[in-house]
């Protein structure tokens, strides 16, 4: 069965300091990948995705993700974390036509 | 629309009362996908739409909910005799194709007291 881990249900970060969010999934090809940030009250917005290709994907907001397949990771990261970016972060994986599996999601807090 | 949109925001209903939740997709996405987000945790697929059709209600808990979307655009969801634990933010999400990822709606929370 597909599934989605994201391994770090909170972190914390300095304004200005850079930051990855991990996630490993679990599912029998090569699947679509998805990061989705959601602010508090707000609903879901797509930050970047990878379907083939390059591994490295470039995202909104200064996001970006890499791909390895070997390690059935899809980690996200930003050089430099803004206080606007304090969120929850929700990885997730599905295939054309079919409904995607997310995460457990990351939430972002952000010093200043 | 340029979005989804969902109505209600907020629904606050007694327990055992009939809802429905309605999701009106971005104009000319065929798919629409609802979901269920509990609190703390990462949305939970429900059904999804190709066209007027449910390509997918495996995620559907029970015979108490039932969604449909008659002329392939505006889908309701309706949940019979509510629980409490039915209680959480229901989302809608469309897609032109699963290529372009969704784009959601701002959910409905639903509060079954």
């Known amino acids: 069965a597909q599934s989605v881990t994201q391994p770090d249900i909170h972190i914390t970060v300095s304004e200005g300091a850079s930051l990855e969010l991990r996630c490993n999934y679990s599912?029998?090809?090569?699947?679509?990948l998805f990061w989705y940030v959601q602010s508090p009250g707000q609903g879901l917005q797509l930050l970047l995705k990878?379907?083939?290709?390059?591994?490295l994907v470039q995202g909104i907001k200064g996001f970006e993700a890499e791909f390895k397949r070997s390690q059935s990771s899809f980690n996200l990261r930003k050089p430099s974390v803004h206080w606007s970016d304090a969120a929850e972060y929700f990885c997730?994986?599905?295939?054309?036509?079919?409904?995607?599996?997310f995460g457990p999601g990351t939430r972002l807090s952000v010093l200043p | 629309g340029a979005g989804v949109s969902q109505t209600p925001s907020n629904k606050v209903t007694e327990k055992g009362k009939y809802v429905e939740l309605r999701c009106d997709p971005i104009?000319?996405?065929?798919?629409l996908y609802w979901y269920r987000q509990s609190l703390g945790q990462g949305p939970e697929f429900l059904i999804y739409?190709?066209?007027?059709?449910?390509?997918?209600d495996s995620g559907l808990p029970n015979d108490r909910f039932f969604a449909v979307r008659p002329e392939g655009s505006v889908s309701t969801l309706k949940i019979q005799r509510t629980e409490r634990g039915d209680s959480a933010v229901y989302l809608c999400a469309s897609s032109f194709t699963a290529n372009y990822g969704y784009t959601f709606g701002s959910g409905t929370r639903l509060t079954v007291v």
């Open positions: 104009s000319g996405h065929t798919a």
């Open positions: 599912y029998g090809a090569t699947p679509y």
């Open positions: 990878y379907f083939s290709g390059d591994t």
């Open positions: 739409f190709q066209g007027t059709g449910a390509a997918d």
């Open positions: 997730a994986v599905g295939e054309a036509g079919q409904n995607f599996v």
